[in-house]
C-alpha cells in the first residue's frame, strides 16, 4: 500500500519497505516514529481533505547524515569580487515497517 506523508515541510511518497530521507528529525536511532499526516492513501486512493483522518505509517529511524555539499559561488564581473561557500544539508534515514488504514 502506498501514502504520502507530510514531514519537515515536504511530501514523500512511501511503500512499506522503504527507506527514505527526510529533513532532520530529533529522534534516536533505531525509535519508531508514526506520521499521521497523510495527504493519500491506497492503492485506490483515498484523497485527505487536507489530510486523510485516522490512518497512519509507521517508520523506523536508521541513522542521521549529512547530504553531498552544494557549492554557492557569488561572482560580480570586473570588479574582482567572488565568493565562495559551501552547505551540507543534515537528514534523517528512515525505514518505513507499516502502512496502516483507518
Known sequence: MEAIIQTGGKQYKVKQGQKIKVE???AEV???LSFDCLALLGD???IGQPLVSGAKVVAKVVGHDRAKKIVITKFKRRKGYMRTQGHRQNFTCLEVTDVQAG
Request: glycine share 12%; hydrophobic share 10%; charged share 45%.
Open 24 to 26: 532532520e528529525l530529533s
Open 30 to 32: 533505531g525509535s519508531e
Open 44 to 46: 485506490d486512493p483515498k
